[in-house]
């Protein structure tokens, strides 16, 4: 009894650390994808400045309160995910180019000011990871 008793404790013990041991390989195998989940979490990707550019020319001339860009160029301060803040330069229909200090919230919104004076606000960039 006491030999078929420790067989049994035996098996029981081996099927524990085995299914333990399963679970840890396991875990080691998956922990690549969890590395990189990580590395984009601390390290988003950059908005692109055509990003920016397609949004920022729907601003309004400021001249005449109205219409939209028929281009825009943006270019980034800062290597930081959001790069703010964006000097743009948009150019109308009439030819008048209007440049435009942008900051782009995480939310997609962004605000700016003409250099003449004024504000722009608008939605909705799109946020790298967030299509």
Known sequence: MTG???????GVLVAVLGAGLAGSVAMLASRGADT????????????????????????PDPQVGKGR???AKCNPAS?????????C??????GRTVRI?????????YT????????VSG??????GTR
């Open 69 to 71: 860009g028929k281009s």
């Open 4 to 10: 078929e008793l420790r067989a049994r404790e035996l």
């Open 123 to 128: 939605c909705c960039i799109d946020l790298p």
């Open 112 to 119: 700016g000011r003409y250099a003449g004076g004024g504000a």
């Open 36 to 59: 990189q989940f990580l590395a984009q979490q601390l390290q988003p990707a950059s908005l692109r400045a055509g990003d920016v550019e397609r949004v920022v020319k729907s601003a």
């Open 79 to 87: 290597s930081a995910a959001l790069g703010n803040p964006w000097s």
């Open 101 to 109: 200090r942008v900051r782009v919230q995480r939310d997609g919104t």
């Open 89 to 94: 330069v948009v150019t109308y229909k009439s």
